[in-house]
């Protein structure tokens, strides 16, 4: 049977995921205690979210290689609604007047439409033949999963109610997203020029308390908050801050180091650049000395 993915152009590491993907673990037998909210996408409608919000729950003791991290996070992504706000152009014949007669022009508007992105893992996941779990969280980097399954539980424990919009995401997903993003193969969140499946390292963060999408928002930006303030102790950051906010990232990666990084040593280079400048007049004055009959004073 033919590769879809490959047919399509993509890169064969990921049309080849789904082979590299193992069947999920059975439970153990101690399972009982770990209680997730496993209902299908379809059972919940997308802004059908609780006032009181219980946080998930899992034992304490979760071995890093143990699916009950996969299972958490995958709880946490079905939780969340799939919404977002979407710029669209719009076409609309006016009357304007010009040079003193009443013309019709065709102008363009942009407006804000509710988006609901919910169908977009489960038809990336189909397309590469996954369980959209597997998809989701499966292809997420293992350290990077041991570090957001550690922030979100903190969160939890702080009266946070965080979710997860967006995990892994391949060279068609990534295609079919909105708004400001990377090309296709480069995105941090599994581009197949960042290594692809099993090395996603990126997701998105909202809250899920609130029952309108206003509130929700604002939650979010609790969350987000709490995140800049708490996340270098998970070792987890947002690298974009307002520009994409709910975009996480372990703060050792490449993705995060590019942009806060930048802004860090882009913000020393005028002070170094002022420090060797007054040096250098500090020697030249020290060479020749001026008379106190020059009128002209020089300050740095």
């Known amino acids: 049977m033919a590769d879809p993915a490959h047919e399509a152009g993509e890169p064969k590491p990921v049309a080849e995921m789904a082979a590299a993907v193992a069947s999920p673990q059975p439970q153990p037998a101690a399972a009982p205690a770990l209680q ?17 919000v219980n946080p998930v729950d899992t034992p304490d003791a979760c071995p890093a290689e143990d699916a009950c991290i996969d299972r958490y996070l995958w709880a946490i992504y079905q939780r969340t609604p799939k919404e977002d706000s979407i710029k669209v152009e719009e ?3 006016v009357t304007v007047k010009k040079r003193g007669k009443t013309v019709t022009v065709t102008k363009s508007f942009t407006k804000l439409v509710d988006e609901d992105f919910g169908w977009k893992d489960p038809k990336a996941a189909e397309r590469v033949g996954m369980p959209i779990m597997d998809y989701v969280v499966g292809g997420m980097d293992g350290s990077f999963k041991l570090k957001l399954f550690h922030l979100l539980r903190a969160a939890e424990a702080a009266g946070l109610a965080p979710g997860i919009t967006s995990a892994f995401r391949d060279d068609y997903r990534q295609s079919i997203a909105s708004g400001l993003k990377a090309a296709s193969d480069r995105s941090y ?13 990126a997701a998105d963060l909202v809250s899920i308390k609130g029952e309108t999408r206003d509130q929700r928002y604002a939650s979010s930006e609790a969350l987000w908050k709490w995140i800049d303030v708490h996340g270098e102790e998970f070792g987890i950051g947002r690298p ?3 520009r994409d906010p709910p975009h996480v990232a372990p703060i050792d990666g490449k993705e995060y180091a590019s942009h806060r990084g ?10 170094k650049k002022h420090s060797q400048v007054a040096a250098r007049e500090v020697h030249n004055a020290a060479k020749h000395p001026r008379t106190a009959r020059s009128s002209k004073v020089r300050t740095i």
């Open 36 to 52: 997730l909210a496993m209902a299908s996408p379809s059972d919940r409608l997308p802004n059908d979210v609780p006032n009181a």
């Open 262 to 271: 930048a802004k860090t040593q882009h913000a020393e280079q005028p002070v």
């Open 240 to 242: 974009y801050l307002d």
């Open 189 to 201: 969140h599994g581009g197949s020029s960042r290594g692809g499946y099993g090395h996603g390292l």
């Open 91 to 93: 076409q609309r014949k």
